[in-house]
């Protein structure tokens, strides 16, 4: 499956070679020689297969275990990176996750790979929200979880004059965060405050 996508991308990007030769580009030099081949294996690592995603955040959740800790457990400015799904262009992800646990605790390097992981997908910013808030409360049975993401997305930031320095921020929150605003609140002056300089 894996390799009849790599073989389909790479045809695509092939083409999309040829388009520059029509733009007046040397596209047989030998910096364009393997451009197809090499352009395929970086998309392939901005976006992973449905199922290889599915796979990864089950065991994930898997390896969650007992702990006697229910305060709130943060995971913040973690830099992810995926593609929009209106233009294929990279988004650059900063996001913040937090989940209150009941029974259940999952690493902290956890978190930031299951943002880097749902990152992978081909999505909108506002789904990559939602999904890794509910993976956080329902698949986690924890007592609440929030996400908060801000998207350095190309397609905005490279096209025109005033977006360089769009951000998009969205969030979403589960449980305890949505029914508790000053825990959200919390939630939200923590990770919106400028990180931590060490250097
Ligand atoms: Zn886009």
């Known amino acids: 499956m894996k390799d009849a996508a790599h073989e389909k991308i790479q045809t695509a990007y ?49 390896r969650s275990f007992s702990a006697q800790y229910d305060e709130m457990v943060i995971s913040k400015h973690n830099v992810c990176f995926g593609v929009c799904p209106h233009h294929l262009l990279p988004v650059i992800y900063r996001v913040s996750v937090a989940y209150l646990p009941s029974e259940k605790v999952l690493g902290i390097s956890k978190l930031s790979r299951l943002a880097r992981l749902l990152s992978k997908r081909p999505v909108l910013q506002e789904q990559l929200t939602q999904d890794l808030a509910e993976v956080l409360y329902s698949r986690l049975q924890s007592r609440g979880a929030a996400v908060y993401a801000e998207g350095l ?18 969030s979403a929150v589960r449980g305890v965060f949505r029914d508790q605003p000053a825990t959200r609140q919390e939630f939200l002056d923590l990770v919106t405050a400028p990180p931590l300089s060490l250097l």
């Open 14 to 62: 092939r083409i999309l070679v040829e388009g520059l030769g029509e733009l007046g580009y040397s596209i047989h030099d030998d910096n364009f020689r393997d451009t197809g081949r090499r352009a395929a294996n970086a998309f392939l690592e901005l976006v992973r297969g449905v199922d290889e995603i599915d796979r990864e955040v089950e065991e994930l959740v898997a």
């Open 153 to 170: 997305h190309l397609c905005m930031a490279a096209r025109g004059t005033e977006a360089h320095e769009a951000r998009v921020v969205t």
